[in-house]
């Protein structure tokens, strides 16, 4: 009987002469097909950055410029850790393929956008499809490919983000420039339908369905538990007050919800997002690096390109220019490193470095003001990109490679979800910082007398009016340059905060174990822990107490195992 494609790459992996010839051809085509759909929901990302100046300009809603990129990533963190679990129970395919209709269909809807608050509801739409096709293109990498070779596959896929963010800022700075924003989201669809198609030729791995109780009211709690924390992150400050009865009102309603999804997932059956995985030093660790390192990079993308077009005067294309450099060594770091990984089995080093690298960058960007060159920041992107491209992709391989099979999905989408709470939550926050001090400091460098008489006429000068190039063309120069100069100091705060999540990032990793990498795509003692599910779910998180499961072949543990079957 022929063998299936997962079978193929697991007896693949397994042997000695595979190992040093790489993939074969059924796993090969496998991968290529998860690089098209990692490249369709990763240059959703990207390609707007250059054009959110422009869209905000046109439609409105410079109060809430955060939330052009935070709707998607809220949808997007909210749906990771379901479709990981759901992927364990039903295989990854169906979802996978959903993904990419979902995300196509939220393309169009934001290309049709009328106002700013539709096209807010279309990216949360896109949001959904991302948090479908990111993780699960880790996941399966996970199933096919084992951790010792993986880092080398990783570091690619890093490469396809990477890649994304090239082709984004330039392509959309162009047709920003050159058609108009909303066809940013109507050139991405032959993409996804080619890799719709890719994927439904190629990917067909073997899952059987565990039967068991969907955790409905896991999947409810921490949908709203999210919410109610991440929404008013990005109004404090903004649209309301951070101590209007509003915001505290969400902020103490989320702390309930989160009390609330945490004892019913002591109680699921098969819970959403298993708690026992963080009894395991090395997954939380992981993740809160991940997270951090998460909150720097969209901190830059997202608020480099304002620098870019407002300060420094760049068009949208030429602002996506800027933004290249760093995606180029971050792409290249991210191969290599991935690269050095796979023939050494060695990633803390490298974690380290990458994060103190990516650390420096960020302390050149603080250096930044309104006489900066292009070549300043040039060089402040390039030497965050190396670092990003050396420690972005190692989170996962860590976690993975100390996952059981039957936790490999939703284990895989944690470090997802992480990354993506810790982008909305980097987005809303540096948003936030941006734009609650923008007009004390536009004033600041406006003469009295013009401050005076905007006041009494009821004028008021803002960030629009230097994003928008007619905009900023009527202004008289001395006003122009005095926003210029204020938008450039409230972005040196936002670049001057971007040192905590770094020191919190790098205190994570210091600490992270290193463990060897398997040779093998799913762990020696899989048996075992595939019996513990005839035990109770409480009984069986009390066999789970060492980090993912690693002592489930401990001598107690057959004990409760000959008990559960007697």
Do not use: C
Not at 108 to 134: D, E, K, P, Y
Not at 161 to 189: E, K
Not at 525 to 539: C, F, K
């Amino acid at each position: 009987m022929p063998q299936t494609s997962q079978e193929v790459a697991t007896d693949t992996a397994t042997s000695s002469t595979s190992k040093a010839a790489g993939l074969d051809r059924p796993t090969r085509n496998i991968f290529i097909a998860l690089m098209l759909g990692m490249l369709v929901a990763s240059i959703s990302q990207t390609i707007v950055g250059p054009a959110m100046p422009r869209i905000v300009a046109e439609l409105g809603g410079i109060d809430h410029y955060s939330w052009l990129a935070t709707a998607a990533m809220l949808v997007s963190a909210i749906t990771v850790p379901i479709v990981g679990k759901m992927s364990d129970l039903y295989g990854r395919r169906g979802f996978y393929l959903g993904g990419l209709v979902v995300f196509m269909a939220g393309s169009v809807l934001s290309g049709f956008a009328h106002n700013f608050w539709w096209l807010i509801v279309a990216r949360a739409i896109q949001g959904a499809g991302m948090g479908t096709l990111m993780p699960l293109s880790q996941t399966i990498i996970g199933d096919i490919i084992p951790p010792r070779q993986r880092g080398k596959y990783q570091g690619l896929m890093g490469g396809v983000f990477g890649l994304a963010s090239i082709l984004g800022p330039l392509v959309g700075g162009f047709v920003t420039d050159h058609w108009g924003w909303r066809w940013l989201f109507f050139v991405t669809l032959p993409v996804g339908v080619f890799a719709f198609f890719g994927i439904s030729r190629f990917l067909h791995l073997e899952h059987t369905p565990r039967e068991t109780v969907v955790d409905k009211a896991g999947i409810a709690v921490l949908s709203l538990t999210l919410i109610l924390l991440l929404v008013p992150t990005s109004l404090g400050g903004t649209t309301l007050a951070w101590g209007s009865p509003a915001i505290i009102g969400m902020y103490a309603a989320g702390v309930v919800a989160l009390a609330g999804f945490i004892a019913v997932e002591h109680r699921a059956v098969e819970p959403v997002l298993p708690l026992r995985l963080f009894r395991s030093p090395l997954f939380t660790l992981s993740n809160i690096a991940a997270f951090m390192v998460s909150v720097m990079m969209f901190g830059a993308m997202i608020y480099l390109p304002v620098y870019a077009q407002g300060v420094l005067g760049a068009s949208a294309t030429n602002s996506g220019l800027i933004l290249m450099p760093m995606s180029v060594a971050m792409i290249g770091l991210s191969i290599v490193s991935g690269l050095v990984i796979t023939r050494t089995g060695r990633y803390k080093l490298q974690t380290i470095a990458g994060i103190l690298i990516m650390g420096v960058g960020f302390w050149l960007l603080t250096q930044l003001h309104h006489g900066s060159s292009q070549l300043d920041l040039t060089l402040s992107m390039i030497v965050f990109g190396v670092g990003l491209g050396m420690a972005l992709q190692v989170f996962t391989l860590i976690i993975q490679n100390s996952a059981q099979r039957s936790d490999l999905g939703v284990a895989t989408a944690s470090t997802q979800f992480f990354r993506n709470v810790g982008s909305t939550v980097g987005t809303a926050v540096f948003g936030t910082i941006m734009t609650s001090g923008l007009a004390g400091n536009i004033a600041a460098h406006l003469p009295r007398e013009v401050v005076a008489q905007m006041r009494a006429s009821g004028q008021e000068v803002n960030a629009g009016s230097v994003l928008d190039p007619s905009a900023l063309a009527q202004l008289p120069p001395q006003i122009a340059t005095g926003v210029q100069q204020g938008l450039a100091d409230s972005l040196h705060t936002v670049f001057v905060w971007g040192l905590v999540p770094f020191a919190f990032a790098l205190l994570a990793a210091l600490f992270i174990k290193e463990l060897p990498l398997r040779d093998t795509v799913h762990a020696a003692d899989e048996p075992v822990i595939e019996q513990l599910d005839t035990i109770s779910p409480a009984a069986r998180d009390d066999e789970l107490e060492v980090p993912l499961g690693h002592e489930a072949g401990t001598s107690r543990t057959h004990e409760r195992l000959a008990a559960a079957r007697s």
